[in-house]
């Protein structure tokens, strides 16, 4: 966590023990709304379930916020209220995804911006459906296994600060993660279809190893 987030966290908890509750939320929406949303997109999958838990985390944060006591940082804090309010969201699924084999690359290319200048057009797309059918395997794994890799994996926070979101010890987080990963492999090198794309989309593996 950096020292510009700390120190917008303290604004947040000053303006709320000030009694300015409009402000401290104003800052809090600017501070974690887009995370949050992209945390729940990632654990829920679509649009509509990530913006209704998106709005449940608000609520719970505008309610409980005033009474936060400061045992972990606002930072910590917010992340498991937010993987809490995904979890009691899920919806179980069956959902398949297009015949992809793995691709570690492009599995870590999901922590980057998908929009870059001046690349082919084509080639943007289909970098974007692979992505789109790795978020859908991501959706089947255990719910204790894809909170480790969306945290980690995608939204870059550290094995530490995990625990602390997750009340588990180090130890548990990187086992979880190991096997999160290795079951990931295993969804995709297995393919799947996605109901409704599954002629959307063809994939070879290159001379290397890697989708092209």
Not at 16 to 41: S, T, V
Not at 102 to 118: A, G
Request: charged share 25%; aromatic share 10%.
């Amino acid at each position: 966590m950096s020292e510009i987030v700390q120190s917008i966290d303290q604004e947040i908890l000053s303006f709320y023990r000030q009694g300015d509750q409009e402000q401290a939320l104003k800052l809090f929406i600017n501070q974690y709304q887009a995370r949050l949303y992209a945390l729940a997109y990632k654990m829920l999958g679509n649009h509509d379930d990530a913006m209704d838990a998106l709005q449940e985390i608000l609520y719970q944060v505008n309610r409980s916020l005033q009474s936060f006591k400061e045992k972990s940082s606002l930072y910590t804090w917010v992340y498991r209220l937010g993987s809490n309010v995904c979890f009691n969201f899920r919806k179980k699924r069956n959902q398949t995804v297009n015949q992809l084999e793995w691709d570690e690359s492009l599995y870590y290319s999901m922590m980057l911006p998908i929009e870059q200048p001046n690349e082919d057009p084509d080639r943007m797309c289909e970098v974007k459906y692979k992505q789109y059918l790795v978020q859908q395997a991501i959706l089947k794994l255990p719910e204790n296994q894809r909170i480790l890799l969306v945290l980690h994996d995608i939204e870059g926070i550290s094995s530490s600060e995990i625990a602390q979101i997750l009340n588990i010890n180090i130890n548990a987080v990187k086992s979880r993660l190991y096997r999160g990963r290795v079951a990931l492999r295993n969804i995709i090198s297995k393919g799947f279809t996605v109901k409704g794309m599954e002629g959307v989309g063809t994939f070879s593996i290159n001379s290397s190893g890697h989708l092209k």
